[in-house]
């Protein structure tokens, strides 16, 4: 009986939200090789309302997805990539931020599948996010075995879930970062930019040869409102 209550309670509060307005936000990120669109996650409030606040303030427009790694990530939201002064051809970029980081998100449901947001940062203790770098991962397929040898050496240990390593399996994505950077959303349309992305020429900095714009705007409630309905069907 409490578990029905539960489900039906939860059916009624989806169905709440969707009658007053949007469950997630979603942003669209614009690029010459494509756009697409993330749902941030509400299970990370201070990150996505980090990247709410910069994206409301066009701080991402005209900053450059500056360190690229096929079967990797791509990187981007460096002030300093926008600053002819500092982004000359081949500079190496990286470590510009905007003064402050974002305190550290982990949940065990949220991992390093391909297409998910994270946040970039140094190598402070508390493994504390830029306040500003982002990074959305492409990532490669991994077996069993490798799987194993990730938990025993990079994970030290942590024990990655079945239905996790299955979609390592299965999609892919980069589990060796697990717990140590935050996930905060994930592509829901357009995931070929990131491969296209990921796939140009880089130099020895992994620095596209040829700069790599990017453009970010936050989707109106309207549209918001509509991906969720979309994605959740069943609401």
Partial sequence: MKRFLSVVLLSVAFSTAFAGGPVNQYVRIKTAYGECIIRLYNE????RDNFIKLAKQGFYNGTLFHRVIQNFMIQGGDPDSKDTTKAKPGAELGNGDVGYTVPAEFRDSLFH????????????????SSGCQFYIVEGRRFSDGKLDTLENTRLKGHKIPEWQREYYRSVGGVPHLDQNYTVYGEVVMGLDMI?????????????????????????????????????????
């Fill in 195 to 235: 491969d296209r992305i990921a796939a140009v020429k880089t130099d020895k900095n992994d620095r596209p040869v040829m700069d790599i714009p990017m453009t970010v705007e936050l989707l109106s409630k309207k549209e918001c409102k509509e991906l969720d309905e979309l994605l959740w069907p069943a609401h």
């Fill in 113 to 128: 599948k391909r297409g998910v947001l994270a946040a970039a940062r140094d190598d402070n203790p508390a493994k504390a």
């Fill in 44 to 47: 990370t409030p201070k990150h």
